[in-house]
């Protein structure tokens, strides 16, 4: 069976910190990788996602994740947080076809910006 | 319209009501999705529709019945709930798109189960 692991649950860092945050997955075969982020009390918004092709990820509000195969890992990445980023971050993936939006979330980082 | 609307908010209900949560998407898309999400927790997927036909039921108990009146709308009929039934229902739509399913979600409904 598929799963996701975040191995951070709560990051705390001051503003200008850089962040990564890391994700596994086990799945051998094809995968769609995703990050979301949950600002409080809103809904869950698609930061990046990777399908195929080039390994490392541009997203919104200057976020990157780069999927490395070998690793089985797909690490969000921004080199300078701002108090806005306050979040709950979501890695997720949908094991390739036959799994229709079928999203297997890790369990969630916290991430704690402070002024 | 790149929007996924679920109303309502915010619902509280006893063990013996009966209530219903709606979903709306008018961005064309062929699947729609019920997924549910406890406080602290990841979203946990409940069941999928495609082209308006249940493709999967991640064994939801009963108590929880989904319809899809038409490609547009997205509804959850919920009765004899538990109080562990509490949670915020997220709905969600998504497209195929470049190898991979984009999905969007809907700001969730707030449930109460007193």
């Known amino acids: ?3 996701v692991s ?11 910190a850089s962040l990564e945050l890391g994700c596994n997955y086990s799945y051998g075969g094809t995968v769609n990788l995703f990050w979301y982020v949950q600002y409080p009390g809103q809904h869950l918004q698609l930061l990046l996602k990777y399908f195929s092709g080039d390994p490392l990820v ?6 990157e994740a780069e ?14 947080v701002q108090w806005s980023d306050t979040a709950e971050y979501f890695c997720a993936v949908n094991g390739g076809s036959g799994n229709t939006g079928k999203l297997i979330f890790g369990q969630g980082t916290t991430l704690q910006v402070k002024p | 319209d790149t929007e996924v609307t679920q109303t309502p908010k915010h619902l509280v209900m006893g063990m013996t009501n009966k209530k219903s949560l709606k979903c709306e998407q008018h961005m ?3 699947a729609m999705y019920w997924y549910k999400q406890k406080a602290k927790k990841p979203p946990e997927l409940m069941f999928v529709y495609s082209y308006e036909k249940l ?4 064994s939801v108990p009963s108590r929880f019945s989904p319809e899809c009146p038409n490609s547009s709308l997205l509804n959850l009929h919920l009765h004899a709930l538990q109080p562990e039934d509490s949670a915020l229902y997220l709905c969600a739509s998504s497209l195929y798109l470049n190898g991979g399913e984009k999905l969007f979600f809907g700001s969730g409904t707030q449930l109460s189960v007193l």
């Open chain 1, 67 to 80: 999927f490395i195969k070998s690793k089985f890992s797909f690490n969000l990445r921004k080199p300078s």
């Open chain 2, 55 to 58: 493709s999967i039921n991640e």
């Open chain 1, 6 to 16: 975040q191995h951070n649950h709560h990051v705390i860092l001051s503003e200008a």
């Open chain 1, 1 to 3: 069976a598929q799963s």
């Open chain 1, 58 to 63: 541009k997203g919104i509000k200057g976020f």
């Open chain 2, 28 to 30: 064309g898309h062929r």
